[in-house]
């Protein structure tokens, strides 16, 4: 079995994006996080402020007025909808081109029926995250905490949406890792091992 691609999932906080970034380094393949918000900008006409945001988590932390919020006009899709469309299409696209490493936007779900591609998760406890997030983005009027739990429930509530299935879920994922207790060099190295003897394994 040959790996050319591998998706990464994250709990906000868990250092999924620095993973991902020494996964791709160590392979010498492609990262698309900031890069695949740039691209889909260039396809959409929108803003990369509002892809940052829109493209991954929902307007709310609720289900509910997330599914009401994109049905106003059933005539025509939601600018949300029209959103994701256009992420399906370059994440597609570039699973097909070439071997990267690609953050989040339901990636994993996205190429779910490619046989090539590697789906991770990292998840830590919320005093781990909490801890990173504020070395890594200082205080602000909301307790870490609040915003852990804000960004995984957005997260979530985008996933449910556009995938039906339960952001977080280890049965989503071919591999699912705890950063907190493994460490997160050894998340990296360990998913790169897994890269490169993928011979031995089927996905």
Known sequence: MNIRVITVSREFGSGGRTIARMIANSLGINYYDGELVTKIAKESGLAEEFIQE???????TNEFFFNISNCKDSSSPSLSDQLFV??????????????????????????????DCLHTFFHADMAFRAKRITQLYGETKHSPFQRLEEKDKKRSVYYKYYTGKQWG?????????????????????????????????IL
């Open 169 to 201: 879920l280890a049965q989503n994922y071919h591999i699912s890792l705890n950063t907190g207790v493994v460490g997160i060099n050894q998340c990296a190295e360990f998913v790169v091992n897994i890269v490169k003897n993928a011979h031995n394994i």
């Open 54 to 60: 829109s493209g991954e988590y929902a307007c709310t």
């Open 86 to 115: 256009i992420q399906n299409n370059i994440i597609s696209d570039l699973a097909q081109r070439e071997s990267c490493v690609i953050v989040g936007r339901c990636a994993d779900f996205i190429l779910k029926e490619r046989k």
